[in-house]
């Protein structure tokens, strides 16, 4: 069974540039999440979406990121413009509907900004 | 709000020297605590999950356990391939995604 593939690996950008990211989360799985994971920190939500919906954005920072999931699958997530303190690794992960059940996550994006 | 502390913040043990690691934690309402497991450049790989306390599960080298207010991740005999970041992250009632800890940097030398 694939795993939950997101791209690019790595960006690096200079601020107040743009930024997205791609994430195709495992098939069947309905509930995709966007992690933060700071350096030395444990992964952060940012949104999750259950098929196209948003669930839970409350620690978004709306004024300069974006999310969408389109058609329930995929999903990217986009930063415009970027900060220093955005430099961090971004996690996409899945999940089946409903629960507790565990998320599984992919490489993750190791976004750097100059 | 929901909670997790783990400790310590690193650790270093030589191969076969066992060991555990702690994750206290605060929630409103546990509908299950996860633990996982992350090696540098990677996404965390989830190892168990646990629901109620008095709980046990184990894989290879690894034993979790949980009650009312932390869990252990307990490492038998570990090996330098059980190198890695552990990381324990819990999910409550009130909120459906998961609130991780920072982590224990585990290294284990042969």
């Known amino acids: 069974e694939a795993g939950v593939a997101q791209s690019p690996r790595y960006k690096i950008i200079e601020k107040r540039q743009s930024v997205a990211f791609w994430c195709n989360p495992i098939?069947?799985?309905?509930?995709l999440y966007w992690y933060q994971q700071i350096l030395g920190q444990g992964p952060k939500l940012l949104i999750q979406?259950?098929?196209?919906?948003?669930?839970?954005d409350s620690q978004l920072p709306k004024d300069r990121f974006s999310a969408e999931r389109l058609k329930g699958v995929d999903s990217t997530l986009k930063i415009q413009p970027a900060k220093l303190e955005d430099s961090a690794v971004y996690l996409c992960?899945?999940?089946?509907?409903?629960?507790?059940?565990?998320?599984?996550f992919g490489p993750g994006t190791r976004l750097t900004v100059t | 709000e929901d909670q997790v502390t783990q400790s310590p913040e690193a650790l270093r043990l030589q191969e076969g020297e066992s060991s555990s690691l702690n994750c206290s934690y605060t929630?409103?309402?546990?509908?299950?605590l996860f633990w996982y497991r992350q090696d540098p450049g990677k996404g965390p790989e989830f190892l168990f999950t646990?629901?109620?306390a008095g709980e046990e599960k184990e894989k290879e080298r690894l034993k979790a356990t949980l009650t009312k207010k932390e869990s252990f991740l307990h490492i038998t005999a570990p090996k330098p391939e059980d190198s890695a970041t552990y990381l324990c992250?819990?999910?409550?009632?009130?909120?459906?995604?998961?609130?991780f800890g920072s982590g224990t940097r585990l290294q284990v030398q042969p």
């Open positions: 992960a899945s999940s089946l509907e409903g629960g507790p059940y565990e998320q599984y």
């Open positions: 098939s069947g799985h309905a509930t």
């Open positions: 979406f259950q098929n196209n919906g948003v669930v839970d």
């Open positions: 992250a819990v999910q409550g009632t009130g909120r459906r995604a998961l609130t």
């Open positions: 646990l629901y109620s």
């Open positions: 929630v409103s309402g546990l509908r299950g």
